[in-house]
């Protein structure tokens, strides 16, 4: 049996600095390369899944997705038996793409990344090998804000896909046949389709997936109209009817990208912009669409509301304890933050020098007896005898004494809450520090679901 791994252990010539997620089969570790002098990605394979599975299977895993060698694919540099871990070495990418907010603010980002990760699927089906576990946190970005498709640990060859294999992928993503354990190359595409119609739409659609889907309205808005059919065939139910495999949906979808820049540079080259008639048309932008979006603009750098929330879609921030847009406290940061640890109790990052969760003051922590050390963020200091230790901004307790922080915080261009005196938005249905309700924007809102009733 081996020994439990922590930060700061060796395996082999690699150093591991900080856990970056953990999985049904597999931990992976950011780790540094002594010998080499570089950073790397190390996937570490249950001692469970071995126990099931055995070494020659395991080993036969890595054997598969090494035969992958494409600029697309984040394939495997080594791999080998390290103290008793069986460890997988990859490039280690910036972000994966579900903690990456750019290609949810930028459609043409978005295709970038689509027509590169389809470029490597269809690569992988060429060669017999299906994926069966597309998801956002399996595409990985680069310095280049290139992606690759990655983690083939879960991957088969095409002739043993019809073994019930009902525990590998993830659920959300699944197609249908897939959950019955009948997965094949179509089954990808289903998955990358679902990708991307949650990049433009903002939301995950699930079963029955009859259309309209959920978030229909905002993904023919953003959605290139090229592309459209090409999403929406990837998704179909009837198997005979979808894209057989990921090179016949490459294929139509490079060839729908590139129809929609030619249009565009055609269109600017005439006449310096796309002409009105050229736009696409259909349903009236989505006023809650419109109004996040313009507030994202003018304060999401200042309150650093870089997320989205799980049940609006509206811009928050990890420091918020309330969505301002729809009032929900369930929003978790645990796979997206930014920081190398998570609080057990509110899932907001912390930081392993911290004794105190600064959000919540729940989560008690050692820290590792390092001095708290300053970021961007910080504006104040712990005024506590004896503390002093650096506060950033939005901070609600001090990371060091956990003594609540006693000035509100301000930010230009936002009015005080009337209960706790934070920064608060005229347009915010709730305040985001203490959950009070803004019946000013209630009414507006209600008035303008009225109204667009009326319309129809």
Not at 41 to 68: F, N
Not at 154 to 169: F, I, K, Q, S
Not at 295 to 304: D, E, N, P, T, Y
Not at 426 to 447: D, E, Q, Y
């Amino acid at each position: 049996m081996s020994q439990p791994l922590r930060t700061g252990a060796r395996l082999g010539k690699y150093r591991l600095e900080r856990k970056l997620g953990e999985g049904g089969s597999a931990v992976v570790w950011q780790a540094r390369d002594t010998v080499e002098g570089r950073r790397v990605a190390i996937k570490v394979v249950l001692d469970s899944v071995i126990d099931e599975w055995g070494r020659a299977a395991v080993e036969g895993e890595a054997r598969v997705a090494a035969q992958l060698d494409h600029p697309r694919i984040a394939g495997i540099r080594n791999a080998d038996w390290i103290d008793n871990h069986f460890v997988m070495v990859t490039d280690l990418a910036r972000k994966s793409l579900d903690e990456y907010p750019g290609a949810r603010r930028s459609p043409e980002l978005t295709l970038s990344i689509l027509a590169d990760v389809s470029e490597g699927l269809a690569y992988a089906h060429e060669r017999g090998l299906l994926h069966r576990d597309i998801k956002p946190a399996n595409i990985f970005l680069y310095e280049n804000r290139r992606a690759k498709l990655g983690d083939f640990g879960t991957a088969r060859l095409a002739p043993a896909a019809t073994r019930v294999l009902t525990e590998v992928g993830t659920f959300g993503y699944m197609a249908p046949e897939q959950a019955y354990g009948r997965a094949r190359f179509a089954s990808d595409v289903f998955s990358l389709a679902l990708t991307a119609y949650e990049l433009f739409a903002g939301s995950l659609p699930g079963w029955p997936f009859e259309w309209p889907l959920e978030g229909a309205q905002r993904f023919l808005a953003r959605c290139p109209e090229k592309v459209q059919p090409v999403i929406r065939r990837a998704l179909t139910l009837d198997l005979r009817k979808r894209w057989a495999d990921g090179v016949e949906f490459h294929e139509a979808l490079t060839k729908a990208i590139e129809s929609t820049r030619s249009e565009r540079a055609r269109a600017k080259k005439q006449n310096g912009k796309i002409p009105r008639t050229s736009r696409k048309t259909g349903p009236p932008p989505d006023p809650f669409v419109l109004e996040t979006e313009w507030f994202r603009r003018k304060f999401g750098r200042a309150l650093q509301a870089t997320y989205a929330c799980h049940a609006c879609d509206g811009p928050i921030s990890e420091s918020m304890s309330h969505c301002p847009w729809c009032g929900t406290t369930r929003n978790s940061f645990a796979h997206v933050t930014r920081f190398p640890l998570v609080c057990p109790t509110c899932e907001r990052g912390v930081r392993p020098e911290w004794k105190a969760c600064p959000t919540c003051s729940r989560g008690r922590f050692l820290g590792n007896g390092r001095a708290i050390p300053k970021s961007p963020q910080t504006e104040r200091t712990c005024r506590r005898p004896g503390c002093g230790a650096p506060i950033d901004r939005f901070m609600r307790y001090c990371p060091g004494c956990k003594q609540k922080v006693a000035r509100p915080w301000r930010v230009d261009g936002l009015e005080p809450c009337e209960r706790c005196r934070w920064p608060m938005a005229t347009r915010w249905r709730f305040c985001a520090w203490c959950g009070k309700k803004n019946s000013a924007a209630m009414l507006v809102s209600i008035g303008r679901r009225r109204r667009g009733r009326g319309r129809t």
